[in-house]
C-alpha cells in the first residue's frame, strides 16, 4: 500500500527492474575483488552469489506474505512474474558477457 499511496510504480517489471539494477550495480565491485578470475567465470560466480539472494529474498517475501494471509491471486501472480522477470534479466545480463567473448 505504501508504494501505491507514494507513486512508486510496484508493477512487476518495475521492481524487477529495481532488484536488477541494484544486484548487478555491485558488479564492478566484484570484479575489483576477484581479479584472478576471467570476465566470464566474474559473471558466473558474481551471478550464483547473488541468486542465492535474490532466492532467500523472495522466498522470505513470500512467508511474510503468507503470514498476512495475503499471498493469493493478483499478489502471488506479480510475485511470481517479478521472480522471472529477474532471472531473465540476470539471463541477459549474462548474455552480454559471453557475446563479448
Given at each position: 500500500e505504501k508504494g501505491y499511496d507514494s507513486g512508486v510504480d510496484v508493477s512487476p517489471e518495475a521492481t524487477a527492474g529495481r532488484i536488477l539494477s541494484f544486484s548487478t550495480g555491485l558488479?564492478?565491485?566484484?570484479?575489483?575483488?576477484?581479479?584472478?578470475?576471467?570476465?566470464?567465470?566474474?559473471?558466473?560466480?558474481?551471478?550464483?552469489?547473488?541468486?542465492?539472494?535474490?532466492d532467500t529474498g523472495f522466498s522470505e517475501a513470500r512467508e511474510i506474505l503468507d503470514g498476512l494471509g495475503i499471498l493469493e491471486g493478483e499478489i502471488a501472480e506479480n510475485i511470481d512474474k517479478t521472480y522471472d522477470l529477474v532471472q531473465e534479466g540476470l539471463i541477459a545480463f549474462r548474455e552480454k558477457f559471453v557475446s563479448e567473448e
Open positions: 558488479f564492478s565491485l566484484f570484479q575489483q575483488q576477484n581479479p584472478e578470475l576471467s570476465e566470464l567465470e566474474q559473471v558466473d560466480h558474481f551471478i550464483s552469489v547473488i541468486s542465492g539472494g535474490i
